[in-house]
């Protein structure tokens, strides 16, 4: 997840009790996602890695175009796919961010 520094937060138990923070979403659904995410992405996963969460959206980092082409023509097939495996669907989509 992608947290932005706010000086009045002080230790880690207020950051996770935040609602700007968590926007609805458990600790345990993170855990769920990174496990989900290694089994769904297959032999992809060699070549793109998840690198956060934000707001409902996969961030992916891709080594390769190719690799990113994959994942943009598998997203709605993977999307779906992770969505089942919880309560109530709350992946949105997947964005890619190649390595420089």
């Not at 935040?18 to 989900?36: C, H, M, Q, T």
């Not at 891709?62 to 669907?89: D, G, H, M």
């Amino acid at each position: 997840m992608f947290l932005k520094p706010r000086a009045r937060w002080s230790t880690a138990r207020e950051i996770c009790g935040s609602k700007r923070f968590l926007r609805g979403l458990r600790l345990g659904d993170l855990a769920i996602l990174d496990a989900v995410w290694e089994k769904e992405a297959g032999t992809l996963g060699r070549h793109c890695k998840m690198i956060g969460v934000d707001d409902g959206y996969i961030i992916v980092s891709s080594c390769s175009s190719a690799a990113a082409s994959e994942i943009t023509l598998r997203s709605r097939q993977i999307v779906r796919n992770i969505n089942k495996y919880f309560k109530e669907p709350w992946i949105k989509a997947i964005k890619i961010r190649s390595r420089l």
